[in-house]
């Protein structure tokens, strides 16, 4: 098994790996966003991610690292900190590949969502995590954790409330929920983007922090 950082050729797996994650039945966050179908929500995600003045953010490639066993494509995971410049250039990159219609729909949609963006910023986020199908019950997400866990004394993530699954696994890898922010509405019932209204903020220390 190898761990590695992501490059231009593993665009595709990224992009079916958002996508699996962001699907809910028939739906998807994504197409529920920008008001589009799945093939051209893939085609703006790949935009996303082949951007190369695009850093720092979930649709950026410079912030995935992939996991190869035996010379195939495994997991996939995105660690990015949610500072001034992570907002700007997320804030960037719509209006820059999304069709005028598309970005009409998005900036209506996004204006209906809750602002989490207090409770948010100044973090280290581990999202989109990913192991394919025919690799899952491997072990093959632990070390992938791990190695993204090391690089700050603090790691957060958001899983949706009702996820137990997800949220039993990280517990059991040392994710504690947050004492502040317990949970956060993500939508609104009126606009149901998301496959559930909450998620839950859990983080991690390193090992470092946790012993000093």
């Known amino acids: 098994m190898t761990i590695r ?8 797996f990224i992009v079916n790996a958002i996508m699996e994650i962001e699907n809910f039945g028939d739906k998807n966050t994504f197409n529920n966003l920008f008001g589009t179908d799945t093939q051209t ?7 996303f ?37 992570y907002y700007q250039n997320k804030s960037e990159l719509f209006p820059i590949h999304l069709g005028k219609e598309h970005l009409q729909n998005f900036i209506k949609n996004a204006k209906d969502l809750p602002d989490t963006k207090k409770i948010s910023s100044n973090k280290y986020f581990l999202e989109y995590l990913f192991v394919a199908p025919s690799f899952r019950s491997m072990g093959i997400s632990k070390p992938l954790i791990e190695n993204l866990c090391s690089q700050t004394d603090r790691m957060y993530l958001i899983p949706l409330e009702n996820n137990r699954f ?29 496959p559930h209204s909450y998620k839950i903020m859990l983080y991690r220390d390193s090992k470092e922090k946790r012993s000093s």
């Open 166 to 194: 997800a949220i039993e696994y990280y517990r059991r890898l040392g994710f504690t929920q947050d004492e502040v922010v317990k949970k956060f509405r993500i939508h609104t019932d009126e606009n149901p983007i998301y």
């Open 49 to 85: 991610l082949q951007d190369e003045e695009n850093f720092g953010t979930e649709f950026s490639l410079n912030t995935y690292t992939i996991v190869e066993y035996d010379g195939d494509l495994a997991a996939c995971c995105s660690i990015f900190f949610t500072n001034a410049e």
């Open 5 to 12: 950082k992501a490059n231009i050729g593993d665009i595709p």
């Open 41 to 47: 929500t893939k085609k703006y995600l790949t935009a």
